[in-house]
């Protein structure tokens, strides 16, 4: 699945057109997914295929889904929906109120 930001589809739609005749795109905002352009040619069968990854994705940035579960959902390999994420601009690891801590007691370790 192709994916833009509304900058870019803003600067350059008809990329995004042409991006959609083969598969669904992606429009992210703020880099959260926000919407889908999808090609009235196409089957909707298809559609449902290629509209898993992105589903994942935003059940997994959501932390609804772990990473496991999500790339299960989206039909690809792990690595692959790794891939994905990146090219979304989805962070795998998040801190949280833990971090700062683990973070000190790792350093204690290490000196």
């Known amino acids: 699945m192709y994916a833009t930001n509304v900058r870019n589809l803003k600067r ?7 991006h959609a005749e083969q598969e669904p ?3 992210l905002k703020g880099n959260q997914p926000n919407a889908i352009i999808l090609n009235l040619k196409s089957s909707l069968g298809d559609m449902g295929e290629q509209l ?3 589903l994942a994705a935003s059940l997994f940035k959501d932390r ?4 496991g579960a999500a790339a299960q959902i989206s039909g ?3 690595s692959e929906f790794i891939d994905h994420l990146t090219q979304l601009d989805i962070d795998l690891v998040v801190a949280d109120r ?4 683990e973070l000190e ?3 204690s370790w290490l000196s």
Do not use: F, G, M, Y
């Open 12 to 18: 350059n739609p008809s990329e995004a057109l042409r």
């Open 25 to 27: 795109v992606l429009i």
């Open 52 to 54: 898993k990854p992105a």
């Open 64 to 67: 609804v889904l772990s990473l």
């Open 76 to 78: 690809l390999s792990l």
């Open 98 to 101: 833990q971090t700062p801590k």
């Open 105 to 107: 007691t790792l350093d």
